[in-house]
């Protein structure tokens, strides 16, 4: 598993936690990921499927993020390839899927490979 933690805007905190990486599989991908009084913006490079854990999880999307999902315990959020939005929680806790697991690669062949496990 890698596991990074990282500060995101003011005062909120986000986080990561990949489970299932291309080392494991050759199709899919697993991650959790936290979210709690934060905000962060990404373009999807892939198919996604979000299952909310816990907390409330916002997913704005849409022109100036005109567009609000609110995720909530056991809510599935389905997002294609290249949505670009904004992540917001409140002690948001959402499991995803992505596909293909070698996103990473596909759309940045150059990238450095993930830190040793030792590091991590």
Do not use: H
């Amino acid at each position: 598993m890698m596991y990074s933690q990282i500060q995101i805007y003011a005062g909120g905190f986000a986080s990561t936690c990949s489970l299932v990486t291309p080392e494991i599989s050759k199709t899919i991908a697993a991650t959790i990921a936290t979210y709690n009084d934060s905000s962060a913006d990404w373009t999807t490079e892939y198919d996604q499927v979000s299952i909310c854990l816990g907390g409330v999880l916002r997913i704005r999307t849409g022109e100036n993020y005109s567009r609000t999902i609110e995720a909530k315990f056991g809510d599935v959020v389905w997002l294609p390839k290249n949505t670009s939005l904004k992540y917001e929680g409140d002690k948001g806790i959402m499991f995803f899927v992505p596909y293909p697991v070698d996103w990473r690669f596909r759309s940045q062949p150059n990238r450095p490979k993930p830190w040793p496990a030792s590091v991590r």
